[in-house]
């Protein structure tokens, strides 16, 4: 029998409606709440104690695109930032559309990853958007979720059926809202940078009309719809009149996309090009607002890394993407909580725990006795300068570079083992 002691740690554990000075045992990787052996003791004054971190949106490139980032690096990076669980997106070579290419990575992350690895299905084979993918046969194979994220189903009778198909297997669909025709060829937000750089626009109704669809969907089929990376003022303010009249839409919101604006793109440094892109302030407030008032639910990376060569070119050559999950909770610390105060501790990290492990059915995010022992352990106040050298990742995409963060997790912890600390 193993045992660990956190002591005298705040433990924040939103589920259980737990704010309080305390101590958390671990017994055999469980959460537990005595045990007859000595445990170890971890001294957790001036920390806060959490369920583990979860992200349910990280690109970890495998299978078919390692030179990119793998599950064994993706992981290292996933729990350098605090996150015990990551989900994993479908936009792989060749794509998570058959339970044989999700057996391939829940067997790969078995073998070599650190923290839980979970699985996004696409929704359509390919991610082509033309014909369904097995719905029921991946969620067999242990999906939990399916996305077709990278790309957006255009036609949207195929979207109405598979969301039919996938209320049947009660599974979330989580959409990348874009409609290519209003979107074109735009590298960044439409605007007057965008014209001043002579950059083709990203106009932001090109994803609120997707959103608008979603919600009139997820209204028809009754099906859960998460819409993914969300950036648009328009798409907060569809998301929050669908809420209120009770349909089972979402959204999540990203840390670029909050923590930066268009103005960022004057230099056209190819790390700040991202889809959907850099907005105004105007969008960034509502946001902000959005996550405020409960409209948001989810918080997220959007982990794309790519290789330095792919984005040393010109800004409309370089693919969409930056990486996110080792500078996210400094970021959503350091300006939602610390500057912009516009949540506080407990709902930040129910926005990284209890509503993801809800939105998608996991046995995770909190501190129960009994369940798995994910730990998060963070230091509010701990002040640190972001430094894309030391990333664990296998790339250096990262727009953050230098930035002075107020924030960050210490250690954590999956099963009861500690994988990383500081």
Not at 189 to 205: D, F, K
Not at 264 to 286: C, W
Request: some cysteine; aromatic content about 4%.
């Amino acid at each position: 029998m193993s045992a660990t002691l956190l002591k005298n740690g705040r433990i924040i554990d939103p589920e259980n409606r737990r704010d309080e000075v305390g101590d958390l045992l671990i017994v055999d990787g469980c959460i537990a709440e005595k045990s007859d052996a000595k445990p170890e003791i971890i001294d957790c004054t001036g920390k806060v104690v959490a369920p583990g971190l979860i992200d349910l949106h990280v690109h970890f490139r495998e299978p078919g695109q390692s030179a990119k980032e793998t599950i064994a690096t993706g992981t290292r990076a996933a729990a350098a930032g605090g996150f015990t669980s990551v989900v994993c997106m479908p936009n792989t070579s060749p794509s998570i559309d058959s339970p044989s290419v999700v057996a391939w990575v829940q067997d790969k992350a078995k073998a070599e990853g650190c923290v839980n690895v979970f699985v996004a299905g696409a929704i359509t084979k390919g991610i082509a958007g033309e014909e369904l993918a097995p719905i029921g046969a991946l969620k067999k194979a242990g999906v939990v979720a399916i996305t077709d994220d990278g790309h957006c189903i255009q036609n949207h009778e195929l979207m109405r059926r598979a969301l039919e198909y996938a209320g049947m297997f009660d599974l979330v669909v989580m959409d990348h809202c874009q409609d290519y025709a209003l979107v074109g060829k735009g590298v960044m937000h439409e605007g007057a940078v965008s014209t001043l750089l002579g950059l083709p626009g990203w106009p932001a109704i090109g994803e609120e009309i997707i959103v608008a669809r979603n919600a009139q969907l997820a209204e028809l089929t009754g099906t859960a719809i998460h819409c993914q990376h969300l950036s648009a003022a328009g798409s907060v303010r569809i998301l929050r009149e669908a809420r209120a009249r009770g349909i089972r839409l979402s959204g999540e919101v990203c840390p670029h996309h909050i923590a930066l604006t268009d103005e960022a793109i004057r230099g056209y440094d190819t790390n700040f090009k991202m889809n959907p892109p850099l907005r105004s302030q105007e969008h960034v407030d509502a946001l902000i607002e959005g996550i405020a008032d409960g409209t948001i639910t989810i918080l997220a990376s959007d982990h794309a890394p790519h290789c330095g060569y792919e984005k040393e070119v010109e800004f409309d050559q370089a693919p969409f993407g930056i990486l996110g999950l080792e500078t996210e909770l400094g970021l959503f610390l350091d300006i939602l909580v610390h500057k912009r105060r516009a949540i506080d501790l407990p709902r930040l990290i129910q926005l990284y725990t209890e509503n993801p492990a809800k939105l998608l059915g996991l046995d995770r995010g909190t501190l129960t006795p009994g369940a798995t022992a994910d730990v998060t352990i963070i230091d509010p106040g701990l002040e640190w300068t972001v430094d894309k050298a030391a990333s664990a990742s296998r790339s250096r995409n990262n727009a953050f570079h230098g930035w002075e963060l107020k924030g960050r997790a210490v250690r954590t912890i999956v099963g009861g083992k500690t994988v990383w600390s500081l």
